[in-house]
């Protein structure tokens, strides 16, 4: 697929997730209102990421002419339930309260699947072996799952440094479970859009230089 098609694809969620996200957080706050501002942001970033690689993907990178088949979109709810057991556990494994903020912890353990197993499972479908195989790179990937890479380990490394500051004794209230955490994993996904776009294009570039040869 040439260059500019991925990069165009690639540029237009970044812009569509930084917009839509940026909207919600200028209109609710994190810090006094948690709660309906989670749910908000788990609601988005679900449809976002079933929209952009459940139904938007495979036409764009297919060129089917046949109707769109939906079944990405089957995959990724499934896998957002998988993926929202799992970060739910990991979240309580690493010192998350279990039944004081449960349901912070549910909310943001959602919003943290949507972001990163909903992608992979519209791709390679909700199987457990499949997403280890895919951060493992112990197969060739496609190239929608190549793009959905970068994204998923930025979104994990990003959630993962938000937790950094929270026992700091700065008092910010943006310091408080899941609010830190949550900024992380946001800005890790617009992160990993940009790294993919890099990706692409050193990708194309050594192509081009190999074909030449």
Request: hydrophobic share 55%; net charge neutral.
């Amino acid at each position: 697929m040439p260059r500019i098609e991925l990069l165009s694809f690639l540029g237009g969620t970044f812009v569509f997730r930084a917009l839509s996200t940026a909207g919600v957080l200028r209109s609710l706050s994190l810090e006094t209102d948690t709660i309906f501002a989670l749910v908000v942001l788990l609601a988005l970033e679900l449809v976002v990421s079933l929209l952009i690689f459940g139904v938007f993907v495979p036409p764009f990178f297919n060129k089917s002419p046949s109707s769109p088949s939906f079944k990405g979109v089957v995959d990724g709810i499934s896998g957002f339930f998988c993926g929202w057991a799992v970060c739910h556990a990991v979240a309580v494994l690493y010192g998350a309260p279990i039944f004081d903020q449960f349901a912070k912890t549910a909310l943001w353990s959602g919003i943290v699947s949507s972001l990163v197993f909903v992608p992979v499972a519209c791709q390679v479908g909700p199987s457990l072996d499949g997403f280890v195989q895919f951060l493992g790179l112990s197969r060739p990937l496609s190239v929608p799952e190549s793009l959905c890479y970068a994204p998923t380990l930025a979104t994990i490394v990003g959630a993962w440094a938000g937790a950094i500051p929270m026992p700091l004794d700065w008092d910010r209230p943006w310091q408080a479970w899941p609010v830190s955490c949550t900024y992380g994993a946001l800005l890790g996904q617009l992160v990993g859009l940009v790294l993919a776009a890099v990706l692409v294009m050193l990708n194309c570039s050594v192509g081009a230089v190999r074909t030449k040869r």
